[in-house]
Nanobody, 123 residues
Framework: QVQLVESGGGLGQPGGSLRLSCAAS????????MGWYRQAPGKQRELVAA???????NYADSVKGRFTISRDNAKNTVYLQMNSLKPEDTAVYYC?????????????????WGQGTLVIVSS
């Protein structure tokens, strides 16, 4: 019903930049919070950054001042601008969103995950 499709991953240089995008599609009434998570090899998935529908943001301490999350509500898209990349940013990055769906007279909420996009930071 609802899909999240990420793009923009790949190889980045230490100190360089990459920009991730995540577009939501399907029978969406609205999107509440959206976020980016990452999972490095052998580690648990962790929150990188999140943004509410009103634009309030939250970041992991490890990316504060380097990464910026933003969203375009008209396009149902969330972005992650990653600057000053470090090798420890290497991970699979996953997009996450809470979608509000309208079904007849009712609404329900659905948490959706993207398929992930690989980011490798290496010289």
């Amino acid at each position: 019903q609802v899909q999240l499709v990420e793009s923009g991953g790949g190889l980045g240089q230490p100190g360089g930049s990459l920009r991730l995008s995540c577009a939501a599609s399907g029978s969406i009434f609205s999107l509440n919070a959206m976020g980016w998570y990452r999972q490095a090899p052998g580690k648990q998935r962790e929150l990188v950054a999140a943004i509410t529908s009103g634009g309030s943001t939250n970041y992991a301490d490890s990316v504060k001042g380097r990464f910026t999350i933003s969203r375009d509500n008209a396009k149902n898209t969330v972005y992650l601008q990653m600057n000053s990349l470090k090798p420890e940013d290497t991970a699979v990055y996953y997009c996450n969103a809470e979608a509000k769906l309208k079904e007849g007279w009712f609404y329900r909420y659905l948490e959706v995950w993207g398929q992930g996009t690989l980011v490798i930071v290496s010289s």
